[in-house]
């Protein structure tokens, strides 16, 4: 990106001021280096969001920015029903409440070493990943509309979990906004044999370590400690989410011509939130995020009840579960007024500050914990939100590394047995569904996300807690 | 993209009607022919091009039809890509030829392939869905290309 368009605010914090039809200034953070390796695209896509109707405050780009559809992935945009904002598809992603949860364990390192082999052969057997898989579980038509409708808390009457989790998940494991009414007879049918699995693409299980603790009193709230070792779960919304993004597309599209609203590429194809086709679709993400929470819950209840039978005296305890595709209703401060704003973030995590009531009551002296995704040679980390991330980015901050290099250009460079090889040289074991998919997925496609989390910790948005260090992962 | 920024592989890709493209995050299809309908039947092979290893591999038994509607040619583009992206995943098939009637902006066509299977098809990678990124349908040079990005 051409850095002289942007003015430096304060450290990793960088304005672009108002231009053209923008209604609002737009906001990158970033630090000069990541700043200047962002793609232009991201440039152009911010500029293009701040100029949607109703949007509050600016347009803004996460750390781990880069060029996505409509938004760019890494955007956050807030938008106000009260003065024409919209609702986008482009602000929401395919993968609708695509998200990470951590679960601990209880034991250290060098404890897991020993049966390591033997936990991700049995992970791999009992979680169903990649293209085509299909999960155990058969629902029916009705019980779907109870997943759309419950989310977690359907999946945890169903046996998968404990009501213990519900607290560990954001908005309690269900949004009350969903319904099913406005999802597709498709959509559903494609879902009926999905729930349970992980999907493909930058989808993972991970069974890591805690290598790194750089705030030993959050560290100390969330339960773990430098040696301890983790399960984390990626994954979203699978067929449902796709689905709903398919079909709201063309919904979307037709109101954009519809109500004539101003948009500078189809790509953000939206409607105002106060329209028949603007409610339908917020209500259909509320059953795609309900979806993806029922998923994570349900894999993470297998993923834990395998642990259980191969390492005696684990307990896997759930540290939080948060979405980095959603949009939702949220009331934010904004010039000493409270608002009820809807709040897109598209691989964005939502990330809660110190007091938050949504939180738990454990968290809420130190603030939402989230899960920050690398590669699966390198590290992921765990941050927690922060009082200027509510000031700075309606409490937001990354999601992930981003891509340094495209699929095409990795499959080139790599082979994905020579991917498991390398890894295993490394010490982490790779369990893929897909050889391709491990080629693609290769460490070295991948920015350094270390950058993007000092990025984050810089500016603001959130504190670094700990970093894990991959053993075994599971890619789809 | 259209075809005067294409690269060596790129162009030889287009003499079998279809070829992928690259993008940061996701993947491109692109299809084009001597029709708009031939475009859009070789954007399709595109799309299962990504889904299985080889898509020579995929035999042609069965049929399923396929209707969609947008509201101009670059939307129906999408909207038929998104119906293959379903009906694959709702059918569990992967398909390999197909016929498009298009009509104003509306779509009748039909799919054929087979039930996708593991150990002839292998596997490739997940489409979630068709964007409107780098979409268009365009003709040049006597030749229609269809294109888009693909969420992967």
Redesign the interface.
Known sequence: MDTTRVKKMEECIWRIERYGDMRVPALIFADRSLLSDMDEKVFVQLRNVASLPGIVKAAMAMPDAHWGYGFPIGGVAAFDPEKDGVISVGGVGYDISCGVRCHRLGVKRQKILPRLETLIGELFRTVPAGVGSTGAIRLSEPEMDEVLRYGAQWAVERGFGTPHDLEYIEEHGWVREADPSTVSKMAKERQKKQMGTLGSGNHYLEIQYVEKVFDADVAKTLSIEKGDVVISIHCGSRALGHQIGADYLQVLGSAARRYNLPIRERELVCAPIQSPEGHDYFKAVGCGINCALANRQVIGHLAVQVAKKVVPGVNCELIYDVSHNTCKVEKHLVDGKMRRLYVHRKGATRAFGPGSKELPERYRKVGQPLFVGGTMGTYSFILIGTAKGEELAWSSACHGAGRSMSRRAALKRWKGKAVVNALRSRGVILKAASMRGAAEEAPDAYKDVERVVEATHGSGLAKKVARLRPLAVIKG | MGLDRMGQEEMEGLKQGWA????????GIRGTGTSMEEAFENGARALFSL?V?DIATISIRQEKRVECA??DL??LF??WI?AL??FA??Y?MVFRDFRVNIEGTGLRGAAIGER?S?TRH?????V??????E?KIERKNGLWIAEC?V??
């Open positions: 992928t493209f690259d993008h940061l995050a996701d993947i889904i290893e947008s509201y670059t939307g999408v909207a998104n992206i379903g995943d709702l569990e996708w593991e292998g596997r490739g990678i997940e979630k869905g068709a964007t409107f990124t979409a990005v969420d992967v």
